[in-house]
């Protein structure tokens, strides 16, 4: 973290997406940008992270992609929650808060 940046602990990365993507559908750039500017630019998630994630919650059903044009009018993948991947992002954003609530208890502890 000597840049500031902080990288994601494993399995994270696909709850940042299906909470990125339950606000609208967006193309990978736009996912991994908001992500940046949400977390202060905190959290940088590079291509190489970003579409190998994508595709494995769009192979569990959690999203679904489809082309579009993008806001400069280039071909973009768009992608965007399924019902299963709107109830999964619940079960994670669930285990997320309970995991950091046990993690900053320990870390507290005298």
């Known amino acids: 973290m000597a840049d500031g940046r902080l990288d994601l602990p494993q399995g994270t990365l696909d709850l ?12 990978g750039w736009a ?3 908001r992500i940046r500017q949400v977390s202060s630019e ?3 998630v590079q291509q190489g992270s970003l579409y190998p994630a994508l595709h494995r919650l769009e192979r569990r059903g959690w999203i679904k992609a ?14 965007e929650l399924t019902s299963s991947g709107r109830s999964q992002l619940r079960i994670e954003a669930d285990a997320w808060r309970t995991l950091t609530t046990a993690v900053g208890l320990v870390l507290d502890m005298g």
């Open 31 to 33: 996912i991994s940008e």
């Open 66 to 79: 489809r082309w579009g044009a993008s806001d400069n009018n280039r071909r973009a993948k768009y992608y």
């Open 16 to 27: 940042l997406i299906l909470k990125t993507l339950a606000l609208e559908p967006q193309h």
């Open 42 to 44: 905190l959290l940088q």
